[in-house]
């Protein structure tokens, strides 16, 4: 198992939280959060609905409860915003990243 780990700067100081166990109930709850996010009448959500759905998501991963939604959208470095879906993506619905076709898609490690 591959342990889930992300930086984030809270209260000015850089905390590493981690988390070794994602429950497979996690993959279902968030291809359905996602497809409820976008079946929406007549409206599609916009890039700040996304990320914060994401960012509450991947949130949820972790035991510690200073890792909230609001924790990741300010304290996530934007050099590591790839970060999100690096997680959701390989570690959550288990995609591999020689999956990807494009390589311009493929997050930073």
């Known amino acids: 198992m591959t342990e889930l780990r ?5 209260k000015g100081q850089r ?6 166990f994602v429950a497979y109930k996690k993959a279902l709850d968030y291809t359905k959060g996602e497809a409820e996010l976008f079946e929406k009448e007549n409206q599609q959500p916009n890039a700040v609905e996304v990320a914060t759905f994401q960012a509450n998501f991947v949130a949820g991963l972790f ?3 200073e890792v909230t939604g609001e924790a990741i959208l ?6 590591e915003k790839d970060k999100v ?3 959701i993506q390989y570690r959550v ?16 490690q």
Do not use: A, H, Q
Request: charged share 40%; glycine share 6%; no cysteine.
């Open 6 to 10: 992300i930086d984030l700067r809270i």
């Open 15 to 20: 905390k590493t939280f981690t988390e070794d």
């Open 63 to 65: 035991s510690d409860k």
């Open 74 to 79: 300010y304290g996530l470095d934007t050099e």
């Open 85 to 87: 879906m690096d997680i």
């Open 93 to 108: 619905l288990g995609l591999k990243r020689e999956d990807n076709p494009d390589p311009k898609l493929t997050p930073l």
